[in-house]
Nanobody
Framework: QVQLVESGGGLVQPGGSLKLSCAAS????????MGWFRQAPGKEREFVAM????????IVAGSVKGRFTISRDNAKNTVYLQMNSLKPEDTAVYYC????????????????????WGQGTQVTVSS
């Protein structure tokens, strides 16, 4: 059974930084993709970043490129999202996602691509 637990969210001032963690368990070689999404009230769940467990591939969305970095520590089964230069528009619930739904034709930038999700952690950027 896959379990994903996010942590590290909180309140931060504009221009500040936060580092989110996603502790994963129950993953197999069939679930190499790890992603971060975010969702603000009234908005669609938005792709933020993706990384592979067993490869160097790491992708971030254009909206956060240059500010956010995704990384992983395979020994700890943990994926991180380092967020710098935070803006009020970054305020959202941030979700960790893993795996790929069987026979999914979706891209990794789409929420429907992933099989498992964490409960999310709130990030609020405000003065």
């Amino acid at each position: 059974q896959v379990q994903l637990v996010e942590s590290g969210g909180g309140l931060v001032q504009p221009g500040g930084s936060l580092k989110l963690s996603c502790a994963a368990s129950g993953l197999t070689s069939d679930t190499p993709n790890m992603g971060w999404f975010r969702q603000a009230p009234g908005k669609e769940r938005e792709f933020v970043a993706m990384i592979l467990w067993s490869a160097s591939t790491a992708i971030v969305a254009g909206s956060v490129k240059g500010r956010f970095t995704i990384s992983r520590d395979n020994a700890k089964n943990t994926v991180y999202l380092q967020m710098n230069s935070l803006k009020p528009e970054d305020t959202a619930v941030y979700y960790c996602a893993a795996g790929r739904k069987p026979d999914s034709s979706s891209l990794y930038t789409e929420a429907s691509f992933y099989a498992d999700w964490g409960q999310g952690t709130q990030v609020t950027v405000s003065s």
